[in-house]
């Protein structure tokens, strides 16, 4: 093996020789059994650099004869794309000694999709919900593109995603997402579609979400007398009075309901889907009535290596059936965004402490006020009316 090695350096060494007198600017390096590129390159995605530098590129090839004749071709081409302004990192995976993207079968590129996925620097700040993002967002419908592309070999790959859409029923939010995640793959593979995949959404929107019929304060008060464990009583007042989502209950800093003269807010941590923010009590006398001071979570596993934060809010989902919950968790959260429209909280705020866009918590919520409380609110503001009349 030696031998062979060092009859490969020296073939390596003259196609260098030559490629240097070409002004390639291009060097190719065997490291193991593999081939790669040594040049100066434009910054890779994510980089904090500005400017083309030295850097490898992963050419997936075996560092044999046959390889090394390909490899020079490569450089070839390659140069001609970075005199071009051409050259683009996305053809090219991050891993090492897997090549092209564009040489790469359908379960490889899925592969390296992933690993661009889950390492994409505008994601770096939120670990826990890009890897919950990609395990129940995309790999499904990745999965169905594969097997699709398995059972229909002869069609093209653009064919093939237009079926895993079409197999998806139409306006539903699962098409929404299948075509969110297919898209992004196409765009990774810089494969041009001739029709958006966002056309195939169809009707299914935020904007058309029905309204829906919210539990009333007195119910919610009520149901939570009828829940006897004190673990999930403190999950669900915490979920009232705050507006949480199911799994933000586990990652939240409570500290502030135990100082004595600090306003009892909560700080949903940066562990959660949308970020660290915090939120304020509607009503703030909810957390007495419930306890909320006192009060500790349940025994569930929160570490990330081992579950998701999708698991999670599931298991607030079953203990709300368990307890014959007439509403969903979610509908407690829906309440507290309407209440904080009551009270005439700027959706700036509201948004913010639900962790949220502005557009999503209009756009949602009110569309959501029904008759009940549009009545709720003309009577407050007659009530404000004739306190100032009397007043003057």
Same mark, same amino acid.
């Given at each position: 093996?030696?031998?062979?090695?060092?009859?490969?350096?020296?073939?390596?060494?003259?196609?260098? +020789?030559?490629?240097?007198?070409?002004?390639?600017?291009?060097?190719?390096?065997?490291?193991?059994?593999?081939?790669?590129?040594?040049?100066?390159?434009?910054?890779?995605?994510?980089?904090?650099?500005?400017? *083309?530098?030295?850097?490898? &590129?992963?050419?997936?090839?075996?560092?044999?004869?046959?390889?090394?004749? +390909?490899?020079?071709?490569?450089?070839?081409?390659?140069?001609?794309?970075?005199?071009?302004?051409?050259?683009?990192?996305?053809?090219?995976?991050?891993?090492?000694?897997?090549?092209?993207?564009?040489?790469?079968?359908?379960?490889?590129?899925?592969?390296?999709?992933?690993?661009?996925?889950?390492?994409?620097?505008?994601?770096?700040?939120?670990?826990?919900?890009?890897?919950?993002?990609?395990?129940?967002?995309?790999?499904?419908?990745?999965?169905? &593109?594969?097997?699709?592309?398995?059972?229909?070999?002869?069609?093209?790959?653009?064919?093939?995603?237009?079926?895993?859409?079409?197999?998806?029923?139409?306006?539903?939010?699962?098409?929404?997402?299948?075509?969110?995640?297919?898209?992004?793959?196409?765009?990774? &593979?810089?494969?041009? #579609? *001739?029709?958006?995949?966002?056309?195939?959404?169809?009707?299914?929107?935020?904007?058309?979400?029905?309204?829906?019929?919210?539990?009333?304060?007195?119910?919610?008060?009520?149901?939570?007398?009828?829940?006897?464990?004190?673990?999930? =009583?403190?999950?669900?007042?915490?979920?009232?009075?705050?507006?949480?989502?199911?799994?933000?209950?586990?990652?939240?800093?409570?500290?502030?309901?135990?100082?004595?003269?600090?306003?009892?807010?909560?700080?949903?941590?940066?562990?959660?889907?949308?970020?660290?923010?915090?939120?304020?009590?509607?009503?703030?006398?909810?957390?007495?009535?419930?306890?909320?001071?006192?009060?500790?979570? *349940?025994?569930? +596993?929160?570490?990330?290596?081992?579950?998701?934060?999708?698991?999670?809010?599931? #298991?607030?989902?079953?203990?709300?059936?368990?307890?014959?919950?007439?509403?969903? *968790?979610?509908?407690?959260?829906?309440?507290?965004?309407?209440?904080?429209?009551?009270?005439?909280?700027?959706?700036?705020?509201?948004? =913010?402490?639900?962790?949220?866009?502005?557009?999503?918590?209009?756009?949602?919520?009110?569309?959501?006020?029904?008759?009940?409380?549009?009545? +709720?609110?003309?009577?407050?503001?007659?009530?404000?009316?004739?306190?100032?009349?009397?007043?003057?």
């Amino acid at each position: 093996m030696a031998e062979t090695n060092s009859s490969l350096d020296a073939r390596i060494a003259q196609v260098n +020789q030559r490629l240097k007198a070409a002004k390639m600017g291009l060097q190719i390096e065997r490291r193991g059994e593999k081939l790669n590129l040594r040049g100066t390159f434009p910054p890779r995605p994510g980089s904090l650099k500005l400017k *083309p530098y030295q850097q490898r &590129l992963s050419l997936g090839l075996p560092a044999t004869p046959a390889g090394l004749k +390909q490899a020079e071709q490569e450089v070839k081409i390659i140069t001609a794309q970075l005199i071009q302004n051409t050259f683009d990192w996305r053809n090219y995976v991050y891993g090492t000694g897997w090549g092209r993207l564009d040489q790469m079968g359908l379960a490889q590129q899925i592969q390296a999709f992933e690993q661009h996925f889950l390492t994409d620097a505008g994601r770096r700040g939120h670990p826990t919900s890009t890897q919950t993002t990609w395990e129940f967002g995309y790999a499904p419908y990745l999965r169905k &593109l594969e097997a699709i592309a398995q059972a229909n070999p002869s069609l093209s790959l653009a064919e093939a995603i237009y079926a895993t859409v079409r197999s998806t029923d139409p306006h539903t939010r699962s098409r929404q997402v299948c075509c969110t995640a297919l898209s992004a793959f196409a765009t990774f &593979l810089n494969l041009e #579609l *001739p029709i958006e995949l966002k056309s195939f959404w169809g009707s299914y929107g935020a904007s058309r979400a029905q309204p829906r019929e919210l539990p009333s304060d007195e119910l919610i008060v009520a149901t939570w007398n009828t829940i006897l464990n004190p673990a999930w =009583r403190f999950v669900y007042g915490i979920m009232a009075t705050y507006g949480l989502r199911n799994h933000e209950v586990f990652f939240s800093d409570y500290s502030a309901l135990t100082q004595p003269g600090a306003t009892p807010t909560v700080q949903v941590l940066a562990t959660t889907k949308t970020g660290s923010h915090e939120v304020w009590p509607f009503y703030p006398e909810w957390v007495e009535q419930f306890q909320l001071r006192e009060g500790c979570l *349940p025994v569930v +596993q929160t570490d990330l290596s081992k579950t998701t934060l999708q698991r999670i809010g599931q #298991l607030v989902s079953v203990q709300f059936r368990r307890y014959d919950i007439p509403f969903s *968790p979610y509908d407690l959260r829906h309440a507290w965004a309407v209440r904080t429209i009551h009270f005439g909280l700027p959706d700036t705020v509201a948004a =913010r402490m639900m962790g949220h866009s502005v557009a999503v918590h209009t756009r949602t919520y009110h569309q959501w006020i029904t008759r009940r409380d549009q009545q +709720q609110a003309v009577d407050s503001a007659l009530e404000r009316s004739r306190g100032n009349g009397n007043r003057e």
